[in-house]
C-alpha cells in the first residue's frame, strides 16, 4: 500500500512535469501555428495580374512595349469612352471608342497632358498648349508633337498592346 503511495506520487510529479513539457510544446506550437498564418504567408504573385500591366511603359527603362489588363481595376476605365490613365510616361484615352497610347510629357516644358473628351483632345495645364489624339499641335506654346504608339485591342476586348 505504501508502495503504490509513493509510485503514485512518483507518477503525480513526473506527470507534473510531463504537463508542464506538454504545455511548453502546446505554447510553441501555437505561437509556430499563428506565425504561419500570419499576414506574411508567401503565396507567390503573379506581375500582370495584381498589377494590371506587363511589360515596360518607361521611356527611360527603354523601348515602349507593354500589355494592359483592361478588366484589372486600375485600367477597366478605359473602356469607357472619355476616359484615360497615365501609365509612366504614356497617356492612354479612349477617344471616342479608339483606344490611344501618346506621350504623357507635353513637348513645350513636359508636363503631363490630360484628356480632355469633350474637345477629343490632350490637353497641356501649364502653358495651355493642345494636342490631336494623333499628337499633332493643335495649339502652342508647344511646337513639336507628341510621340503616338500603336494600341492594339484584343478581339475580347479584355488586353491593350502598346509599342513603338
Ligand atoms: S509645359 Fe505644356 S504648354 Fe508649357
Do not use: W
Not at 521611356?59 to 509612366?88: E, P
Not at 477629343?120 to 498648349?129: L, Q, R, T
Amino acid at each position: 500500500m505504501q508502495e503504490n503511495t509513493m509510485k503514485r506520487g512518483q507518477f503525480l510529479r513526473e506527470l507534473g512535469l510531463s504537463s508542464s513539457a506538454l504545455l511548453a510544446f502546446y505554447c510553441i506550437g501555437t505561437t509556430m501555428t499563428a506565425c504561419s498564418t500570419g499576414s506574411s504567408d508567401p503565396t507567390p504573385t503573379t506581375t500582370g495580374t495584381t498589377s494590371g500591366i506587363t511589360g515596360n511603359a518607361d521611356t527611360a527603362k527603354g523601348a515602349i512595349s507593354f500589355t494592359l489588363d483592361l478588366t484589372n481595376s486600375k485600367y477597366l476605365t478605359l473602356k469607357t469612352a472619355g476616359n484615360f490613365v497615365i501609365v509612366d510616361s504614356i497617356i492612354v484615352a479612349n477617344a471616342k471608342g479608339t483606344l490611344v497610347a501618346l506621350s504623357k510629357a507635353c513637348t513645350h516644358e513636359g508636363t503631363a497632358l490630360s484628356y480632355r473628351s469633350a474637345q477629343n483632345d490632350f490637353h497641356c495645364s501649364n502653358h495651355g498648349s493642345e494636342f490631336s489624339t494623333t499628337g499633332a499641335v493643335e495649339v502652342g506654346p508647344a511646337t513639336k508633337a507628341l510621340a503616338v504608339y500603336q494600341a492594339q485591342l484584343s478581339s475580347d476586348g479584355n488586353t491593350l498592346t502598346v509599342k513603338a
